[in-house]
C-alpha cells in the first residue's frame, strides 16, 4: 500500500509543473500614490481643502503596465446618452445615475434628448429620509447615498423637472457640494432623537428649510412650452415614462433564487423588496443581451479595487485577487458577505466592446475620479469586474423579458 502512494505521490508532483503552466501569470501589484486631482480642484474652488498632509497616502493597486485598455469611448458600440455629468463634492452618484438612464429611455422610446435635474429627485428624497427617520424614531439610516430605483419612488409621488429648471449649476462659477447642509440635518436630527421630540410636520419643516437654504426652493409648476405644469404633470404628458415598467436585479446567494428580495445594504434605507434575485450567470447573461439589444443598465457596485484604475479609465479583476474563470456565485457572496465588496457607487452602462477576446462595458460614472483620466467622466469596466464586482442592475422589462416565466414559475411553486 505504501509502495502504492509513493508512486502515486511521485506521478503527482511529475505533473504539476506541468499543469500549473497552462494557467495565466497572475498581476503585479504596487503601491501608488493615492489622490484626486479633480475633486481636490473642487475643493480648492470651495474653499474646502484641508491643509496639507505631510506625508502622501499610498493605496495597493494593479501594476497595469501590461494592460491593454480601450483606446477611446468612439470605440464601443454605445447607445445615445447626454455628456457625463460631475456630482462634484456630494453623495448623490444615485441621482446622477438613474437620471443618465431615463434620460436615455426617454430617447429610445420617443427619440427625444431630454435633460433632467438631479438635484430635484435630491431634494425630495432627503425629505423622504428625514419622515422615516420620525416615522421610525430614529431607527432608519439617513445618509447621502441611495439606490437608483430610489429615483422612481420619488418621482411618483413628486414629479421630476428638466435641469434648466431646478439645480442646473454653471461649472464654472459653482459647484454642486453637501457637506454642510448634510452635517446641518444629521446634527438636527440627531437632536431630535436625543429629545425623543418626534414632530412630523415641524421635522420636515426644518429640513425643507436646510435645504431650501443650500439648494433652493424647488418648483411647484413649470413651464413647459408656454404651458404651466406641476412635476408630476410633466412626468406623465411629457416625458411619458411608465416607470412600472423598471425592474431590478441582484445576484446574491444569501436569498433564494428566482424570488424578489429584500437588498440588505445601507442605502436601501426603505427596505425595497423589489430585487429580482438570480444566479450569476442568468445576472451576466442579462447585462450582456441588454447591451447588445440597445438598452441601457444603470448599476451599482464597489469601485475600491485595486483593479479600479481611473488614471487609465479602467476597471479590471487583477489575477492575484481571483483569476476571472473562478468567479462564480460564491466568489461574489464571499466577497459580499466579509464587505471587500461594499455597495458604494452607482453607473450608467451605455455601450460595450468586443476586445482581444474580453468583453468591455463603457460606463458613464459621475464621480470626481472619472474625472482624472483620459475620457472625462467615463470609464471602461472589463466583465470580470462587473461579474465580480457589480452588485445590481435596474432595466426596462423588455430586456429580461426571457426571465419573468421562471419567477412566475417559482412563486406559484411557494
Not at 500500500?1 to 495565466?24: C, D, E, N, V
Request: net charge neutral; hydrophobic share 35%.
Amino acid at each position: 500500500m505504501k509502495r502504492i502512494i509513493l508512486s502515486l505521490t511521485f506521478i503527482l508532483l511529475l505533473w504539476l509543473p506541468i499543469l500549473y503552466a497552462g494557467q495565466p501569470n497572475p498581476d503585479k501589484a504596487l503601491f501608488v500614490e493615492k489622490k484626486d486631482e479633480f475633486k481636490e480642484q473642487l475643493q480648492k474652488r470651495a474653499a474646502r481643502m484641508d491643509k496639507k498632509k505631510a506625508d502622501k497616502d499610498l493605496e495597493l493597486k494593479m501594476d497595469a503596465s501590461a494592460l491593454s485598455v480601450p483606446e477611446s469611448p468612439e470605440i464601443f458600440t454605445q447607445a445615445w446618452s447626454h455628456p457625463p455629468v460631475s456630482q462634484d463634492l456630494t453623495g448623490s452618484c444615485w441621482a446622477f445615475s438613474s437620471t443618465s438612464f431615463f434620460e436615455c429611455e426617454i430617447y429610445r422610446l420617443s427619440k427625444r434628448k431630454i435633460k433632467l435635474s438631479e438635484m430635484f429627485t435630491v431634494y425630495w428624497e432627503y425629505v423622504e429620509k428625514a419622515r422615516q427617520f420620525v416615522r421610525k424614531r430614529g431607527d432608519s439610516h439617513f445618509g447621502k447615498g441611495s439606490q437608483p430605483n430610489a429615483a422612481i419612488r420619488i418621482w411618483k409621488r413628486y414629479g421630476v423637472v428638466p435641469a434648466q429648471a431646478y439645480g442646473s449649476i454653471d461649472p464654472e462659477k459653482k459647484i454642486y457640494q453637501d457637506g454642510d447642509m448634510f452635517t446641518e440635518m444629521e446634527t438636527f436630527l440627531e437632536s431630535i432623537k436625543e429629545r425623543n421630540e418626534w414632530n412630523e410636520k415641524h421635522v420636515i419643516e426644518t429640513i425643507k428649510s436646510i435645504l431650501n437654504r443650500y439648494m433652493g426652493v424647488p418648483p411647484v409648476k413649470i413651464d413647459v412650452d408656454g404651458k404651466q405644469m406641476t412635476p408630476g404633470e410633466y412626468l406623465d404628458q411629457v416625458l411619458g415614462l411608465i416607470l412600472d415598467d423598471y425592474v431590478d436585479m441582484m445576484s446574491l446567494m444569501q436569498a433564494p433564487f428566482y424570488q424578489k428580495v429584500e437588498y440588505k445594504v445601507w442605502d436601501n434605507w426603505w427596505g425595497s423588496r423589489d430585487y429580482y434575485n438570480v444566479p450569476l450567470d442568468d445576472f451576466i447573461d442579462t447585462i450582456r443581451k441588454a447591451a447588445r439589444e440597445g438598452y441601457t443598465l444603470c448599476i451599482a457596485g464597489d469601485n475600491s479595487e485595486a483593479g479600479f484604475l481611473p488614471l487609465l479609465d479602467c476597471a479590471v479583476i487583477p489575477g492575484f485577487d481571483i483569476l476571472s474563470q473562478n468567479i462564480d456565485d460564491s466568489a461574489r457572496q464571499f466577497r459580499f458577505s466579509n464587505e471587500s465588496t461594499s455597495d458604494d457607487h452607482a453607473i450608467h452602462l451605455v455601450g460595450y466592446l468586443e476586445k482581444d477576446g474580453e468583453t468591455w462595458y463603457l460606463i458613464k460614472d459621475s464621480s470626481t475620479k472619472a474625472r482624472n483620466g483620459r475620457h472625462k467622466g467615463y470609464m471602461f469596466y472589463r466583465e470580470d469586474f462587473v461579474k465580480l464586482k457589480m452588485m445590481n442592475i435596474m432595466v426596462h422589462k423588455d430586456a429580461v423579458r426571457d426571465l419573468m416565466p421562471r419567477f412566475e414559475k417559482e412563486n406559484k411553486a411557494n
